[in-house]
């Protein structure tokens, strides 16, 4: 079975920091192309960044560029988030994500919930 | 990076057909065949209905089709269920850098 299973979130303060982990399992993580999406409480999804199979590219969107890095681990089938400066805006429900084929994310993690508060 | 532009709620009867739009721009929509559109039912991560504007992956029915035009996607749902009733998101692909953009998201309410 095709999985995606993301753990970190949790309760942080403003300015702290948080690193999000996602294991892939069922399929070939080193081939594809992954991506972190989040949705805040009550609210519609955001693309957050992508990378590239081999890790060599990634990309952020506006809000989290120069805060937050994407990485990952082929050997070990995992996917990493690491937000620095978080801020009370970037509280939400992370998902991880799979690039089925040229567009579309399939599967979905279940998620972890980041909450900054102080 | 403006979100894609969705209408908040449709509605539509058992049986029925309805439409959700998604407007983008020719920096988005409009320049890739690269729309994909996902359903979320509460409590429930996004399931992948559409992507490449019109293709359905494994295991989604046909009653599901996905069209574009100009810088407007459309998703249609046809003879609509009950458990059709959930938040549906379009998504595009956005160039290089910004990567992919998401609509605000559609409400449908199966009445």
């Known amino acids: 079975e095709v999985q995606l299973v993301e753990s970190g979130g949790g309760l942080v303060q403003p300015g702290g920091s948080l690193r999000l982990s996602c294991v892939a399992s069922?399929?070939?993580?080193?081939?594809?192309?992954m991506n972190w999406v989040r949705q805040a409480p009550g609210k519609g999804l955001e693309w957050v960044s992508y990378?590239?199979?081999?890790?060599?590219?990634?990309d952020y969107a506006d809000s989290v560029k120069g805060r937050f890095t994407i990485s990952r681990d082929n050997a070990k089938n995992s996917l990493y988030l690491q937000m620095d400066s978080l801020r009370a805006e970037d509280t939400a429900l992370y998902y991880c994500?799979?690039?089925?084929?040229?567009?579309?994310?399939?599967?979905w993690g279940q998620g972890t919930l980041v909450t900054v508060s102080s | 990076q403006s979100a894609l532009t969705q209408p908040r709620s449709v509605s539509g009867s058992p049986g029925q057909s309805v439409t959700i739009s998604c407007t983008g721009s020719s920096d988005d929509v409009g320049a890739y065949n690269l729309v994909s559109w996902y359903q979320q039912h509460p409590g429930k991560a996004p399931k992948l209905m559409i992507y490449d504007v019109s293709k359905w992956p494994s295991g989604v029915p046909d009653r599901f089709s996905g069209s574009k035009s100009g810088n407007t996607a459309s998703l249609t749902i046809s003879g609509l269920q009950a458990e059709d009733e959930a938040d549906y998101y379009c998504c595009s692909h956005a160039g290089s850098y910004t990567h992919w953009v998401f609509g605000g998201g559609t409400k449908l309410t199966v009445l």
């Open positions: 990378i590239s199979s081999s890790g060599s590219t990634k």
């Open positions: 994500a799979r690039e089925y084929t040229t567009s579309g994310f399939d599967p």
């Open positions: 069922g399929f070939t993580f080193s081939t594809y192309e």
